[in-house]
């Protein structure tokens, strides 16, 4: 039995992708209605197949089965952390996607910024649901192709910069992960998932040289793709310079799936976590949280300043997994690994969520003032109180200030950290944490309140920009309530049992 909903995650948006300019030829308003229209069919599909998971977790396109138990056909796979990943890519988007109606007035070639919008959710889609390394990789260049595009959208001079150092960074995380795939290719003999899980686990125990030389090259392009440290270069300049709803979406969700999600699936799911490379992304994710909040905070250009939290943000989520990874590699209790892949999961999503918010506050900032210096505003929030609202609530979140979710996923880091043995860490994860807050306060202070600047001709911002604003900013204290089981069993549970069932993973597929 297949799970046929599956195959819309990818269809529709392709499908909306290549509608929206014939559409435009004869109907100019009707990529305002297709964008909200199809991301959210998209957004309540998620939500379907996460409340009331399916009883199968693939789909097989074009029928091509397992022949004699060896995968010849693409599998589609939407086990927990796929949907978990679904739900995440698919409300962002959607949140995104409602911002975006007004905010592109001030953008020509409106039906292009809808095409590339529509490719990059179609890939991002794709590269949770693919069961093989082949599509895996397409996936992950259709989502790039696009976001380099969308970065470049408005044509400034900044914006083509940052574009062309996207590429060539993004080309060489590209040449890395296709290396890394071959080696994986020459030494199984396969692409699926499981089975080149099952071939590793079994005939080449004892090649951990070579097997150990791929993984390198792997986590060198996904590193790259999640713009950990030292690979950070080309993301300030991109999300600092993309229109407010792409660079949501990029530091919301692209860095996520095409980082985060990858090393979770294959050096969890399909190579045994080990105590080497537990170590190696661990610092990374250490030294990214440090050094993206110390340059955060010497920053006064918003966007470039939200980006640099973007880097130290998700320093927390992979040194949250990297210790998960230790301690399942030392035989460590189950319990203390389900807290921490909980704690980075839980944190992944929350971060969707403020980052994605603060980047749209940014946008209302920056299209009401046309400025985005904040050593040239101050006293806005006379002018622009629910765009104050919102930025103090996600402010609060990124800093971990109780009622707000970030406070419990970053407690469930540290605590889990604690509990590994790796108290370095978690004191670092504390003093990040204060820094972060530190940050925040400059955010504020500079940009709402101190002395007014004049302003004679302030622009309003418009209804749907405001009302996604406020969801997410609800959802920053809502979400909180994912630390109650219950709540947990839906959402997060599901999602870090395929982590710690990596075997189930491979049952499942084969």
């Not at 939500?47 to 029928?63: A, K, R």
């Not at 009401?368 to 622009?384: F, H, P, V």
């Not at 940009?447 to 406020?470: D, E, N, Q, V």
Request: glycine share 8%; aromatic share 12%.
């Amino acid at each position: 039995m297949e799970n046929p909903v599956l195959i819309f995650f990818i269809f529709l948006p392709f499908l909306a992708a290549f509608l929206i300019p014939l559409l435009n030829l004869f109907w100019d308003q009707a990529k305002t209605i297709v964008l909200p229209l199809v991301s959210f069919v998209l957004l309540l599909l998620a939500l379907l197949i996460v409340i009331n998971p399916p009883q199968s977790t693939q789909y097989i396109p074009g029928g091509w089965y397992p022949v004699d138990n060896i995968p010849v056909g693409i599998h589609l796979v939407g086990d927990g952390l796929s949907r978990f990943m679904l739900l995440l890519i698919n409300s962002i988007a959607f949140l995104c996607a409602i911002y975006a109606i007004p905010y592109l007035r001030l953008f020509t070639g409106q039906k292009y910024f809808y095409t590339l919008f529509f490719l990059q959710l179609a890939g991002l889609n794709g590269v949770v649901l693919a069961g093989d390394m082949f599509n895996l990789f397409v996936f992950m260049e259709v989502t790039a192709k696009a976001s380099y595009a969308l970065v470049a959208f408005g044509v400034r001079k900044t914006e083509i910069e940052a574009s062309f150092k996207y590429q060539v960074m993004g080309g060489l995380a590209t040449l890395f992960m296709l290396f890394g795939i071959a080696m994986l290719y020459w030494m199984t003999s396969t692409l699926n998932m499981a089975d080149i899980s099952v071939v590793l686990r079994n005939d080449h125990a004892g090649n951990t040289g070579a097997i150990r030389f791929t993984q390198l090259f792997l986590l060198a392009g996904v590193a790259i793709k999640a713009a950990m440290i030292p690979f950070h270069a080309w993301l300030p300049d991109a999300h600092s310079s993309a229109p407010s709803p792409v660079s949501a979406m990029l530091s919301g969700v692209v860095i996520k799936v095409l980082g985060v999600y990858v090393i979770l699936r294959l050096f969890i799911n399909v190579f045994a976590p080990s105590e080497f490379l537990s170590m190696v992304i661990a610092v990374l994710g250490g030294i990214s949280m440090t050094a993206g909040v110390i340059l955060a905070i010497g920053a006064w250009n918003l966007k470039r300043l939200l980006a640099y939290h973007s880097i130290s943000q998700m320093g927390y989520v992979l040194m949250g997994i990297g210790i998960g990874m230790g301690v399942v590699a030392g035989g460590g209790s189950p319990e203390a690994v389900a807290l921490t892949f909980t704690g980075a999961l839980f944190h992944m999503i929350n971060h969707a969520v403020f980052k994605g918010l603060l980047f749209l506050t940014a946008g209302s900032i920056e299209y009401s003032t046309d400025n985005l210096d904040l050593k040239k505003m101050g006293g806005l929030a006379r002018y622009m109180p629910l765009t104050m609202v919102a930025s103090f609530a996600a402010s609060m979140a990124i800093a971990g200030i109780p009622p707000f979710n970030g406070f419990f996923s970053k407690f469930a880091i540290i605590v889990a950290a604690i509990q590994g043995g790796y108290h370095f860490r978690a004191a670092l994860g504390l003093l990040v944490g204060i820094l972060t807050l530190a940050s925040f306060v400059k955010f504020q202070r500079y940009a709402f309140f101190g002395r007014p600047m004049p302003r004679l001709s302030l622009k309003h911002t418009p209804l749907l920009m405001k009302a996604s604003m406020i969801t997410m900013a609800v959802l920053c204290v809502v979400m909180s309530l994912l630390i109650f089981p219950e709540a947990r069993a839906i959402f997060l549970d599901p999602a870090v049992n395929t982590l710690l069932e990596s075997t189930d993973y491979v049952i499942k597929q084969l």
